[in-house]
């Protein structure tokens, strides 16, 4: 197993309050979210060094909802869509027609993989579907594919590693409409990106998966489900569409729901952003005055269109729904859901209800932006289920490449530091900051005693100062503000003659910089499917194994 270390979750920038209170389990959180989800919180915050919870301790596995009617043709749609499966997946089909409840995790389809949290979401939801089973209640993990989103821009083009360098691979063949991009086709263009990637990745098992999975003709959807599925074979991940009219008309009540109660619904949600707001958060999606919890396909274009709720008049006191240029009425809509399911598409907060709804899920894995959306979604989940499915945070890590670590260990540096440095000011900063490292020790200890020496000088008489006179005492303040700002030019004086000394130092902090905080946290930008060129499909177990440690914040994997 590899070796890792557990940071605190405050340690990695970026995250909302909400989320991090979340995983807290502070009190102000609590009330957005099912009761089981702060029992996870808590266990994991009383948990740190990974000793006295068994897997049943973070879920009450036992009040798995109801095995809904729908569930043979769900089973024999998985099984349709997970053909061929590996003796691991060919289990979890079989548990899953015994009744077997279900932990899922969903991520949108992109390009060659998408970034490197998305196996962090199948990790977790593996490793908690593995705590539920060695708990006596089998489970299996699926991982939702988001094939219904339509901004083509977010899912197309994935960041490599190259050296000291980031590799932007893009497929630029838009769809001329906004339409779902699961289901768009992949043409003869993909075919230099697979080249380019065979380049930067190098021969490898996973890199034929990806070329094999990525070719003319097939489906984004298609693609990214192959290429999961195989990565995650011997873990027995299973893979769901759920876009076609057949899950469609099995989660229909959801849909019918959302467009019968829609008034209902709506208000809920603009209750729930004020109670938000009220305890100091703010609302992940915004809920507009006209805004509903659908799209609709458009029959000719194949477009998704956002279904608007327009308000009542004298001539249709029910409203009506407009989508694009064309307006429909209420029953219309149910027409078109009876006929064509496939057609009424949920939005980010109906989504996991409707999810939730065909899965009889057990409980769900999320990133810090969907545990904020549950944190609105929970008034659904309310009113059209009767029951709120605790939502746990996926794991989070940084993988430390060994290269990467020696250079961090020559340095003397952490990646607390690197996280702190990269986002005050990237590689430029923490070049400054290891240039201050290695100024000589006497040097060092110069600069040191000169920024004593007029600390201890300045504050008995700043203070002096203040009783003479406040008016006195803030000039004193501005004074002494200039003379600290010299130090500090003193100190970047230093450093910047010993970065132009150690031309090295620079093309370090690049590496580290592009390495562990590209931009922003690694798990976001790099492509996932660099690491498992460069470490193979086992990598899946490890992190898998990882992710099964309670480890209540950011998790520092050294490869």
Not at 64 to 93: D, I, K, M, T
Not at 219 to 237: I, K, M, N, P, V
Not at 285 to 311: I, M, Q, T
Request: net charge negative; proline share 6%.
């Amino acid at each position: 197993m590899l070796t890792a270390d557990c940071l605190p979750i405050a340690v990695a920038p970026g995250f909302h309050r909400l989320f991090l209170d979340y995983c807290a389990g502070a009190a102000a959180a609590r009330s957005f979210y099912a009761p089981s989800s702060q029992v996870y919180a808590r266990l994991q915050r009383e948990d740190k060094n990974g000793q006295g919870q068994s897997g049943d301790g973070l879920v009450d596995w036992a009040v798995r909802p109801a095995v809904p009617a729908h569930w043979p043709e769900l089973v024999s749609l998985l099984a349709e869509q997970n053909a061929s499966p590996s003796p691991a997946a060919a289990g979890a089909l079989e548990a899953l027609r015994g009744g077997a409840g279900v932990v899922v995790t969903g991520q949108q389809v992109g390009l060659f993989g998408g970034p490197l949290f998305t196996p962090f979401k199948v990790a977790t939801a593996l490793a908690r579907a593995r705590q539920a089973t060695a708990a006596g209640r089998p489970h299996a993990a699926i991982l939702w594919l988001a094939t219904e989103d339509h901004d083509f821009a977010e899912i197309n083009h994935v960041v490599f590693p190259a050296r000291r360098q980031l590799r932007r691979l893009e497929y630029s063949a838009a769809p001329t409409a906004p339409r779902p991009v699961g289901g768009i086709v992949l043409d003869d263009s993909i075919t230099p990106l697979v080249d380019e990637a065979w380049e930067l990745l190098g021969a490898s098992d996973s890199m034929e998966a990806l070329a094999a999975a990525y070719r003319p003709g097939r489906t984004f959807a298609q693609a990214f489900r192959e290429f999961y599925a195989q990565a995650f074979a011997a873990q027995g991940l299973l893979v769901l569409d759920a876009s076609g009219g057949a899950a469609h008309r099995m989660g229909a009540p959801v849909l019918r729901a959302a467009i019968e109660r829609a008034d209902e619904l709506h208000q809920a949600l603009l209750d729930r952003n004020r109670q938000l707001e009220a305890a100091g958060y703010h609302a992940q999606v915004a809920v507009g005055p006209l805004s509903s919890l659908l799209f609709l396909v458009d029959e000719r274009s194949g477009a998704r269109l956002a279904l608007k709720r327009l308000a009542p008049a004298a001539g249709e006191p029910e409203g009506l729904w407009q989508a694009g240029r064309q307006s429909y009425s209420t029953a219309d809509l149910v027409g078109i859901l009876e006929a064509e399911p496939e057609r009424i598409s949920p939005s980010a907060l109906l989504r996991p209800v409707f999810q939730d709804f065909l899965l009889s899920t057990s409980a769900t894995v999320g990133g810090p932006a969907e545990v904020a959306y549950f944190a609105q979604s929970a008034v659904l989940f309310e009113r059209i289920l009767g029951r709120v499915t605790p939502v746990l945070p996926r794991f989070s890590a940084t993988l430390v490449e060994p290269a990467i670590g020696e250079l961090l260990q020559r340095h003397e540096l952490t990646l607390e530091g690197v996280f702190q440095e990269c986002g005050t000011g990237g590689a430029v900063s923490l070049a400054h900051f290891l240039a201050a490292q290695a100024i000589p020790g006497e040097g060092k200890r110069r600069l040191a005693e000169a920024g004593a020496a007029l600390e201890a000088e300045l504050t008995p008489l700043l203070e002096w100062m203040r009783l003479l006179d406040a008016g006195l005492g803030r000039s004193a303040e501005t004074a002494a503000s200039k003379m600290r700002y010299q130090m500090n030019r003193l100190r970047r004086l230093a450093a910047n003659f010993q970065l132009a000394r150690e031309a090295a130092l620079a093309r370090h902090a690049e590496s580290i910089s592009q390495a562990l905080y590209p931009r922003g946290l690694q798990e976001r930008l790099h492509g996932a499917a660099y690491y498992f060129a460069r470490y193979g499909f086992g990598l899946a177990e490890e992190l898998t194994a990882q992710a099964a440690n309670p480890c209540p914040g950011h998790t520092a994997v050294w490869l």
